[in-house]
């Protein structure tokens, strides 16, 4: 009798090693990605998203005159950073960026030197949650004009977050993985 609980219970636990490490296996890879400015964007429009960026959450110290990006001292550059620490700062959301045309998605790391460019949240310093500072650059803020498309950014709009495949993973993790423990107790612990 005892040799045949015990074996039942080695079958218990081994099942809940083997659904343990099944449920916990998938993952998702993100590659990583940038947001830099565009070159052909106009001096004015790249300015302009430039304080959009600043003053809706965007971490614009390092290209402040004592920051390690500032220099080289040009719109395009500065931009680029800040439009880049926007976008990881919004867990790469989509429509985080555009800035009215003047931003674009890529895959080349922008860090040069002693600048390093954020490619994830937690490097950015962000929540994924939208944050308000005011730029020390510019205290004149506007934002900048709409496309007139659906795309880029609505100014007061916060970018929505899609979450749902990290839902639906856990809701998947959540739910089975009882049923399956329930399956193997009940088929393990059968009356003889």
Known sequence: MAKVLSDKLFSVFFAIHILGS??????????????VARSDASIQALQ?????????GADCTPIQSSGLCFLPNTIQAHASYAFNSYFQRKAMAPGSCDFSGTASASKSDPSYGSCMYPSSVSTAGGTGTT??????????????????????LNPGTPPLLDNSKASLGFMVTVTLLPLCLLLVFSFTFRPM
Do not use: I, R
């Open 22 to 35: 099944a449920v916990l296996l998938p993952a998702v890879v993100v590659e990583a990605t940038w947001c």
């Open 48 to 56: 302009t998203a430039l304080d959009y960026a600043c003053a809706s």
């Open 131 to 152: 944050t308000s500072t005011t730029p020390a650059a510019n205290p004149s803020f506007q934002t900048p004009p709409s496309s007139g498309g659906t795309t880029g």
